[in-house]
């Protein structure tokens, strides 16, 4: 956990305020049962009122004082850690928002979320102990056992031998929790995932009768979390009772010795009262170890998964300027520069004969020597059976992902050569799933062009054929909707198109998004679409939606099999008659 010192370090004043307040507490404790012992033989042995006034009075401030630097480190404690919590979560979703695509696939969205909170909360908590009380025990009980030996050797001796023991048994407790607690972690991913499966599924799974087979897969995973917490935290609970007998057991055999030594006159009752005072208090060290146990092997668990997501690399950017071939012919100490230069991109756009593998499975060929030119301003059309690359096709445009062979070209630039920001903003982006965030319908528009004015807004919204309905809604644009979204999967579908063009693209890339629409409402949008006059890249399944455009590029298994208008492939391509042929008959059953 050395990594986390970094994010400690912006907080050392008030982590050493609390240090020293903890330590204070602890010396205040030590000296209490001196004071006692003082009270004990002077005054109640001596018989002496003034003595009891005295010795009761620094009794009494001491227990003030410890009183309000207990106060004053809970304050400090939990600053520091509710602080380093808020750094955490900032950082994990800045390092989720900034690592590329291709590393993110190896996280479940269950898995990151947990990260965010429970891991993070996991720590926080451990911050807070240790600020608290973890380095406060170990001084109440080292303290203990050498001021007991200080007043009698021969009642602390049982304290001297049997502690550090105890100590021992305790380490390797925590040794063995930290793995125990590391696999009640992923077993709580695995229980999470489920359940936000069945919370974003729950109509589908109540329409396919599966409900007692979510529960089984459900409390299957239920149980194994259950059962390796369990195991968890029955080994640190387990050893505190076993350490906390026999510290009693300690107790009793220094009573038993001391009162031996008070019938022979070798001891004074007020250092037995000490040395007792002190096993009691070394006792209530202990007593916080099961906490403190729990706490960092639970921590240590969550900062390896937490450091998992801060270790992600930040997304590449022109990565490949300086092998990219520009026309001016810097070289690759100009990258950078040259990317800055170049304004958004604007012109046809091209493939020369690109390849992509995903690069978590560098074996497997998803695209293959695509190449291809879309006029600008012109609408093309990628069709294809299910799997045949068409998202991953439009996804190497904004450099979600990197191509692995071959070159994309908007105006004649390669798009290797262009900041991701620049490029980026030059395109409207609509994937397959139409989300939407918590705020309002303007809000929602918005995303897509901050200083969008309303103007703006509900131009973007007649021309994804959206206005109408928007205008219906109880609140207009001011309606609020959830994350879920309450409107239709057509209304979803369009307002997210709506939101793409609110940036004014100049490539507007559109992942099988009109799915949802009907066939009158679907032409209205790309009709309009054409008289905007950026460039559109549609993938579909639909004939209807590629009839009209002016390039239909039709994969299979990843490869380019044909590429050109309706009529063209009708005339040329067998593959793409047969999918107007399916579509044809599937209409005419539908109307019969």
Known sequence: ???????????????????????????????????????????????????????????????????????????????????????????????????????????????????????VTQVQAAVYFCLRLFFRSPLLIAGSVVLAMLVDWRLGLPLAVTVPILLAVVYVAIRKGFHAFGEAQENMDRTSGILRENLAGMRLIRAMVRRAGEYERFGAANAAWRDRTTSALRLSEMTIPGALLAMNLIVLAILT?????????????????????????????????????????????????????????????????????????????????YADAIRPPAGDIVFAGVGFRYPDAPDVAVLRDLSF?????????????????????????PRLYESAAGRIEIGGVDIRALSKETLRAAIGYVPQQSVLFEGTVRDNLRMGALEATDAELEAAALAAQI??????????????????????????????VARALVRRPELLLLDDCTSALDAVTEGRLLRSLREIGCTVLMSTQKVAAARHADLILLLSDGSLAAQGKHDELLASSPLYREIVRSQSKEAQEIHA
Request: charged content about 20%.
């Open 1 to 119: 956990m050395r990594a986390l010192l970094p994010y400690l370090r912006p907080y050392r004043r008030p982590m050493s305020l609390a240090f020293v307040l903890m330590l204070i507490e602890a010396a205040v404790e030590l000296w209490q049962p001196l004071l006692l012992a003082k009270l004990i033989q002077e005054g109640i042995g001596g018989k002496d009122v003034g003595a009891v006034y005295v010795w009761g009075g620094w009794l009494i401030a001491s227990a003030l004082g410890g009183f309000v630097c207990g106060i004053v480190n809970t304050f400090w404690a939990s600053h520091v850690s509710q602080s380093l919590a808020h750094d955490l979560r900032s950082d994990l979703l800045r390092g989720v928002q900034s690592a590329g695509l291709s590393d993110l696939r190896g996280f479940k969205p269950a898995a990151l979320l947990g990260r965010m909170t429970g891991d």
């Open 257 to 337: 010795a001391g009162s031996g030594l008070l019938a022979d006159g070798g001891a004074e009752a007020g250092e037995l009262v000490a040395v007792v005072n002190y096993a009691l208090r070394v006792i209530g060290a202990l007593s916080f170890v099961t906490m403190i146990i729990t706490s960092l092997s639970r921590a240590a668990a969550s900062w390896r998964r937490i450091a998992e997501v801060l270790r992600l690399p930040e997304e590449k950017d022109c990565a490949a300027a300086a092998s990219a071939g520009h026309s001016e012919g810097r070289g690759a100490g100009d990258a950078d520069t």
């Open 373 to 397: 030119r879309v006029r600008r301003g012109g609408t093309a059309v990628v069709m294809g059976m299910t799997g045949a690359g068409k998202t991953s096709l439009l996804q190497l445009l």
């Open 467 to 496: 206005h109408g309905e928007i205008a219906a809604l109880p609140g207009g644009y001011d309606t609020r909707l959830s994350a879920g979204g309450s409107l239709s999967g057509g209304q979803r579908q369009r307002l997210a």
